[in-house]
C-alpha cells in the first residue's frame, strides 16, 4: 500500500458511528490516526488507506467485541458513500447496483474495490480492502455488513445470500455472522466475497430511482419535472437519467427499456428531428452545468454521476460542448466570477 491510496473521507463515518455504538469516544481514535473529522462532510474529500488502516487499528484495541465490524449492517447510511450511495439505491436490480459500485471506485479511487462474475445461477462479489490486506478483520466485516445491508433495503426485505466467505480465521462470536447473513459462512477462505442467487440479483427492485433524486434533489427532480410528452425523445432522456450513473448508456440499453430495436429507436429519434448521441449529450450537458454550479462541486463524482470512465473525458466532453473546461465555467459562473 502506498501513502498516496485514498477513499472517500465519508466512508469512514462507518467507523466513527461504529465507535459510539460501542461508547467509545471516535474523537481521540482519529486525532491519534491524524484523520480529520470534519472532512467527512465534506464532498469529495479523501483519506489515505494507511491513516483509515490506522484508525481501523485503533478502533480495534478498543472495543472489546471481536465483531464489532458486523455493526455496521446498523448504522450505515446511503450519504456515508457520497454519490454511490444513492446510486446503488436508484438501480433497477442489485446486480445493476454492484456493476454501479465496481465503476465507481475505479472512477473515484483509482484501485479495485470489487469483483463481479456470473454463473448460471449465481452472481459472485469478491471485495478487495485495498492494494494490501487489512490488519483489522472488523473492516473487511463492516464493509460485507453493509453490502448485505443495501441488498436488503432495496429490495425491501430480508435476502440470504447462498455463501458470504472471508479470508480471515473464524472469530469466537463466529454465530453471529450467520445469523446476520442468514446462509453459510466459511473463514479462511481464499476470497472475501458474497454470492447471490441470480434471480434475486436480476429481480426489478421496487421503487427504483426514487431514492436517487436525494443526492441532488433540485437537479434530478427539476429536469425530470421538464422532460414531459409522449414523443420518443422525451421518454429517452428519462432512461438516460436513471442510467447515467451506470456508466454504459448507449442507444441498445434504452431501447431495451422501450421494448423496441436499436434501429427502430434512431428511426423514431430521426423522424422527431435528432439522434440517440445528440440526446444524450443534451442530457450530459444539462445535468453537467447543475452539478458544477452546486457548492463544493466534486469533479469526480459528477464524472462518475455523468457516465464518463475518467474526469479526462469528462472534461474533454465539457469542452466540447461549452468552449471552456469545467474549472473554468465554475469561475466564470461563481458569485463575483
Known amino acids: 500500500m502506498t501513502s498516496r491510496t485514498t477513499n472517500l473521507a465519508s466512508v469512514v463515518h462507518v467507523l466513527w458511528k461504529l465507535l459510539e455504538y ?22 469529495g474529500a479523501r483519506f489515505r488507506l494507511d491513516m483509515i488502516e490506522k484508525a481501523w487499528d485503533l478502533a480495534d484495541a478498543r472495543i472489546e467485541d471481536p465483531c464489532f465490524g458486523l455493526k455496521a449492517a446498523e448504522v450505515w447510511h446511503p450519504s456515508d458513500f457520497g454519490a454511490l450511495g444513492y446510486a446503488m439505491l436508484a438501480s433497477d436490480t442489485l446486480k445493476t447496483a454492484f456493476y454501479r459500485m465496481e465503476r465507481y471506485h475505479k472512477v473515484i479511487a483509482g484501485w479495485k474495490f470489487v469483483s463481479i462474475s456470473e454463473s448460471a445461477d449465481e452472481l459472485s462479489i469478491i471485495f478487495f ?11 473487511v466485516d463492516a464493509v460485507m455488513s453493509v453490502l448485505i445491508g443495501i441488498c436488503r433495503k432495496n429490495l425491501g426485505r430480508d435476502i440470504a445470500p447462498h455463501l458470504v466467505t472471508f479470508r480471515h480465521e473464524m472469530p469466537s462470536c463466529h454465530k453471529e455472522y450467520e445469523k446476520l447473513f442468514s446462509c453459510p459462512v466459511r473463514f479462511e477462505s481464499k476470497v472475501d466475497s458474497m454470492v447471490l442467487p441470480l434471480d434475486l440479483a436480476n429481480e426489478i427492485l421496487p421503487g ?21 410528452g409522449d414523443e420518443t425523445v422525451h421518454k429517452v432522456k428519462k432512461i ?6 451506470s456508466g454504459n448508456v448507449t442507444d441498445e440499453t434504452v431501447a431495451y427499456e422501450l421494448f423496441t430495436s436499436s434501429r427502430n429507436l434512431q428511426r423514431k429519434l430521426r423522424a422527431e428531428g435528432t439522434s440517440f448521441r445528440l440526446v444524450l449529450d443534451e442530457v450530459r450537458y444539462h ?5 458544477l454550479l452546486k457548492r463544493d462541486a466534486d469533479m469526480s463524482e459528477i464524472t462518475f454521476l455523468l457516465g464518463f470512465s475518467s474526469q479526462s473525458s469528462f472534461s474533454r466532453a465539457f469542452k466540447r460542448w461549452s468552449g471552456m473546461s469545467p474549472r473554468e465555467f465554475i469561475r466564470k459562473h461563481a458569485p463575483g466570477g
Not at 214 to 225: D, G, K
Open 287 to 291: 445535468m453537467a452545468r447543475k452539478y
Open 208 to 228: 427504483a430511482s426514487q431514492e436517487f433524486l436525494v443526492v441532488s434533489e433540485e437537479i434530478m427532480s427539476s429536469y425530470l419535472a421538464e422532460i414531459e
Open 240 to 245: 438516460i437519467v436513471s442510467q447515467l450513473p
Open 22 to 43: 460501542h461508547n467509545v469516544n471516535p474523537m481521540p481514535v482519529f486525532r491519534q490516526a491524524r484523520l480529520d473529522p470534519e472532512l467527512m462532510k465534506k464532498p
Open 129 to 139: 480492502a485495498g492494494p494490501s490486506a487489512p490488519r483489522v478483520f472488523a473492516r
